[in-house]
């Protein structure tokens, strides 16, 4: 019903940059908070970001000051723009969005991936 489809990963030097990008499409009346976790093989999923439907974001302490996000509510996206990368960012990173169907109720949706490596 409703699909998230991460992209932009990608393979960079230490100290570079990438912009994720996660439309959402399908049956939607309202996306409410949307955030980017991610998750490095033989961890737990952690999450990374998220931003309100008003535009109020929250970091994890890992990546603060480095990465960005953001969203665009006219085309159901979410956005995280990662600078000064570093080796332990290395990891799958998936993009979430609590989603306000018709009839009142929500349902958190997850995209499939995208693969972020940074090399030393």
């Known amino acids: 019903q409703v699909q998230l489809v991460e992209s932009g990963g990608g393979l960079v030097q230490a100290g570079g940059s990438l912009r994720l990008s996660c439309p959402a499409s399908?049956?939607?009346?309202?996306?409410?908070?949307m955030g980017w976790y991610r998750q490095a093989p033989g961890k737990q999923r952690e999450w990374v970001a998220s931003?309100?439907?008003?535009?109020?974001?929250n970091y994890a302490d890992s990546v603060k000051g480095r990465f960005t996000i953001s969203r665009d509510n006219a085309k159901n996206t979410v956005y995280l723009q990662m600078n000064s990368l570093k080796p332990e960012d290395t990891a799958v990173y998936y993009c979430?969005?609590?989603?306000?169907?018709?009839?009142?109720?929500?349902?958190?949706?997850w995209g499939q991936g995208t693969q972020v490596t940074v090399s030393s």
């Open positions: 399908g049956s939607i009346f309202r996306i409410d908070a």
């Open positions: 931003i309100t439907r008003g535009g109020s974001t």
């Open positions: 979430n969005a609590r989603v306000l169907h018709n009839g009142g109720t929500y349902r958190d949706y």
